[in-house]
């Protein structure tokens, strides 16, 4: 099986940093892709960042600048450095990879159980 876990989430004032971490185990063959997930209260989820095995990265506009994503191929993780946090970015935060399976050599998508991120003003 494949497992994502993730953390780093937490309660920061408006301006201040967090680096959320997510690790993947288990009978992993191969990580296509990872990325970053999350959800407002009251809003739809959305796709906040995303960097492929080539090392390219893509960002929700609102975070250009802020946020940086980046991975430890040796283990397994990805990161979201979150800095000048603004209210609005509170939130869950879910990581996300397209991971094959040694098992099976299917390819899934896998969720982490997520992360919560308070910004206070």
């Known amino acids: 099986q494949v497992q994502l876990v993730e953390s780093g989430g937490g309660l920061v004032q408006a301006g201040g940093s967090l680096r959320l971490s997510c690790a993947a185990s288990?009978?992993?063959?191969?990580?296509?892709?990872m990325g970053w997930y999350r959800r407002a209260p009251g809003k739809q989820r959305e796709l906040v960042a995303t960097?492929?095995?080539?090392?390219?990265?893509n960002y929700l506009d609102s975070v250009k600048g802020r946020f940086t994503i980046s991975r430890d191929y040796a283990k397994n993780t990805v990161y979201l450095q979150m800095n000048s946090l603004k209210p609005e970015d509170t939130a869950d935060y879910y990581c996300?990879?397209?991971?094959?399976?040694?098992?099976?050599?299917?390819?899934?998508?896998?969720w982490g159980q997520g992360t919560q991120v308070t910004v206070s003003s």
């Open positions: 996300n990879a397209d991971i094959s399976d040694l098992r099976t050599y299917r390819s899934g998508d896998y």
């Open positions: 288990g009978t992993i063959l191969r990580i296509n892709a």
């Open positions: 960097i492929t095995d080539g090392g390219r990265t």
